[in-house]
């Protein structure tokens, strides 16, 4: 006869649920499967938000903005294997940009991946991950769950945001341990993303070089967004007059009508500036490297506000670095500029009567008339420019060469974080997930302009807006193809050319087949009312925006970025 009484256990699901409750997260978006269903599951039934996606991708997209956005780490949970990988793309993503994220995914057993052996869906995850995220652990025993999650947020917020990979290995998975014992292992964490503050030194290096300044610019970047400092920022630019050029992602930390916004002549002030203060941003290809005609062919006298000490000198010498968060940065810097003069006002004057004048060459290229269904990227992101500015609330993803160029340059952003695009690596693919991660974490209108060829990358995902009935409107760039549409096969025969899809294809019947509202636009002002009436129904809604095939230029913008095929030289 035994004499056991039984003991309440708590398993690695339950651990795992209140560590990551612990740590603040709210939302999981993920694909569930072998082995981690039932976690899923177990997630819901404790309370947390759950948003399956079609793709692993698309759900990492959406952690990472949902990162970007709020400063608490997107969470993505997948199956292992090639979910993971696809999960990997998106958290490489992440990385890339400097945003928090955690991807989650369960793991075949590690006696038989260590040998090799061929279990289901059987991968060294944890080893494929680690060259492209912040940081990799895994969790091998359920004791260590609630230390292991705790770690992975801190290494995600903290310096520099990344992607932390977290492998759940089979043994952690199936594991128990008495209730007492592991409710007694879990804790809230304390202040995973501290303040850093710069060296007052470094201060006064700053300070007195801008002082010195007779062009002063400053260049703001998605980290100065992500920070989440925008009075400060706002205050710091204009109690100095210094003009500002926004990044990207940066457009609308101040709004885009600011009278110091250099936006509208990026080619004036970089080369002319001789002072530049960048805020949160690097000197990668989106700023020519700090170098070259870009810049006037001349070094220009940077100081540099980053968390990250070794993004300093990493293209060319920063004559005052000042590392630190950019909360006390700022606020530092804003210190030790007190009584500061403004910057000469013939230097802002000239900015402003240069951007005033490109401004007024763009306007009547917004409001060309075409013949229906043979719009261009001007009228076309005219009338949209018209409306988003009625609904400053909304979230813009922007994707694509020419929508995206298009759209950074014509569409105004009048808030802080309100645009996210292709970012650092200038990628296609960011943008259902994009949609959803926005749409979840500030519950406002979010309006996707897509190319064609960009929506494809995660355009199964517009089922997930319609299931959980998502405020989004998706407006598609349909020209009908990458770049243009009416490219022929340089073979002369039958097939497609490499950038050509099916002409006239009507993405509207795709969500109408999902169960939610298609329209067709083949005019601006069909345009401006579909995109109104989308917008205030907050109904998932997919706009078919038809281009003329030949609207388009070859790789946007960059490309000086592409090779052509060179057959003759000059002799
Ligand atoms: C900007 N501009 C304007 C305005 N805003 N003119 C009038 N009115 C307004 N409001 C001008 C600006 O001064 C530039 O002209 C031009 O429009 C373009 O502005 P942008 O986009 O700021 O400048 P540029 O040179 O294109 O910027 C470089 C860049 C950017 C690399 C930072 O192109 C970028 O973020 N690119 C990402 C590209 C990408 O990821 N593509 C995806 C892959 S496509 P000038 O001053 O005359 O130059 C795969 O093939
Ligand atoms: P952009 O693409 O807009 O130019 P980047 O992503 O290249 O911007 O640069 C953002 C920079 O901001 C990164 O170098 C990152 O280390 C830095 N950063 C992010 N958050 C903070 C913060 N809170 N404090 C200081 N620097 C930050
Ligand atoms: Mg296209």
Not at 128 to 156: E, L, W
Not at 288 to 312: M, S, V, Y
Not at 404 to 411: Q, S, W
């Amino acid at each position: 006869m035994s004499s056991e009484t039984e003991v309440e256990l708590i398993d690695s699901f339950s651990m795992l649920i209140e560590s990551l409750k612990n740590n603040g997260i709210q939302n999981i978006y993920g694909i569930p499967g072998i082995p981690v269903t039932a976690l899923v599951r177990s997630w819901q039934a404790e309370g947390g938000k759950y948003f399956g996606c079609r793709h692993e991708t698309n759900a990492a997209m959406a952690a990472g903005v949902a990162g970007y956005l709020t400063g608490v780490p997107g969470v993505c949970l997948t199956t292992p294997a090639p979910g993971f990988l696809n999960g990997l793309a998106g958290a490489a993503n992440a990385t890339t940009n400097g945003w928090p994220m955690i991807l989650l995914s369960g793991a075949a057993g590690r006696r038989n991946t260590d040998l090799q052996q061929g279990a289901f869906e059987e991968m060294d995850q944890l080893n494929a991950a680690r060259p492209h995220v912040k940081a990799a652990y895994r969790i091998n025993h359920i004791s260590d769950i609630p230390i292991g999650i705790a770690r992975a947020v801190r290494t995600a917020v903290s310096g520099r945001p990344g992607a932390v990979y977290v492998d759940l290995s089979h043994e952690m998975l199936t594991g128990t341990m008495p209730a007492a014992e592991g409710e007694k292992l879990l804790f809230k964490p304390v202040d995973p993303t501290p303040r850093q503050l710069p060296c007052p030194n470094a201060v006064k290096r700053a300070a007195d070089l801008l002082k010195s300044a007779k062009k002063p610019l400053v260049i703001l970047g998605k980290g100065a967004a992500y920070a989440q400092v925008d009075s400060d920022i706002k205050a710091l630019i204009e109690d100095t007059g210094i003009p500002f050029l926004p990044m990207s992602m940066a457009k609308g930390l101040l709004p885009d009508n600011h009278a110091q916004n250099a936006g509208a002549v990026r080619s004036y002030v970089l080369p002319e500036a001789d002072v530049v203060l960048i805020v949160g941003a690097r000197l990668n290809w989106l700023l020519a490297n700090g170098q070259g005609r870009t810049w006037g062919n001349q070094l220009k006298k940077f100081i540099q506000i980053d968390i990250l000490p070794q993004e300093i000198d990493s293209n060319v010498p920063i004559a005052a670095p000042l590392v630190g968060d950019i909360a006390s940065c700022i606020a530092a810097l804003r210190t030790a500029l007190k009584g500061m003069p403004k910057a000469p006002a013939d230097w802002l004057a000239g900015i402003a009567e240069r951007a005033a004048a490109s401004r007024d060459k763009l306007a009547p290229t917004l409001a060309v008339k075409t013949a229906p269904g043979m719009m261009n990227y001007r009228n076309s992101l005219g009338a949209v420019r018209d409306v988003l500015a009625k609904y400053p609330n909304t979230t813009l993803v922007n994707e694509g060469a020419n929508a995206l160029d298009n759209g950074r340059m014509i569409i105004d952003q009048y808030l802080p974080r309100k645009r996210i695009d292709s970012g650092t690596w200038g990628i296609m693919g960011i943008g259902m997930g994009a949609c959803i991660g926005a749409a979840v974490v500030t519950g406002e209108p979010v309006v996707a302009i897509e190319g064609d060829s960009a929506f494809g990358f995660s355009g199964m995902d517009v089922e997930t807006i319609v299931r959980y009935n998502l405020p989004v409107t998706v407006c598609i760039m349909n020209n009908g193809g990458i770049y243009k549409g009416n490219e022929t096969n340089a073979g002369g025969y039958d097939d497609p050319s490499p950038t050509s899809f099916t002409p006239g294809i009507r993405y509207d019947k795709m969500i109408e087949a999902f169960g939610g509202v298609g329209m067709n636009a083949t005019t601006p002002e069909e345009l401006s009312s579909m995109l109104e009436t989308a917008i205030k129904s907050r109904k998932p809604t997919l706009i078919n925006v038809v281009l003329d095939p030949d609207a388009g230029v070859e790789s946007g913008r960059i490309s000086g970025l592409n090779i052509e095929r060179k057959k003759k030289a000059a002799a």
